[in-house]
């Protein structure tokens, strides 16, 4: 079964850190790019970062840049959201995503979804 697996998510107070991880089942990513989106509630599934399948080129939404930094670890299967300066507009649903001919923050563009991981920011 093809699938993707996040994990890292929970409660932190603003100004902390979390590392969101997300790994494949069935699939290698080596040939996919990765992304990661999020959805709070009441509102559209937003794009937060994406990075490519060759040369490692990142791209990332305005409200994120600076804090969070997108990686991938082809050997691990394994993409990775590392989010610093949390702040409490951040809560959401994180979701990976990976897709074969895919760029860029547009969610139709992602073949293959994972169930998505609980991020809190608050005091």
């Known amino acids: 079964q093809l699938q993707l697996v996040e994990s890292g998510g929970g409660l932190v107070q603003p100004g902390g850190s979390l590392r969101l991880s997300c790994t494949a089942a069935?699939?290698?990513?080596?040939?996919?790019?990765i992304a990661w989106f999020r959805q709070a509630p009441g509102k559209e599934r937003e794009g937060v970062s994406c990075?490519?399948?060759?040369?490692?080129?990142?791209l990332y939404a305005d409200s994120v840049k600076g804090r969070f930094t997108i990686s991938r670890d082809n050997a691990k299967n394994t993409g990775y959201l590392q989010m610093n300066s949390l702040e409490p507009e951040d809560t959401a649903i994180y979701y990976c995503a990976a897709g074969v001919w895919a760029w860029g923050l547009t969610p139709t563009d992602y073949d293959y979804w994972g169930q998505g991981t609980q991020v809190t920011v608050s005091s």
């Open positions: 069935g699939f290698t990513l080596d040939y996919y790019a």
């Open positions: 990075i490519n399948s060759s040369d490692g080129t990142t």
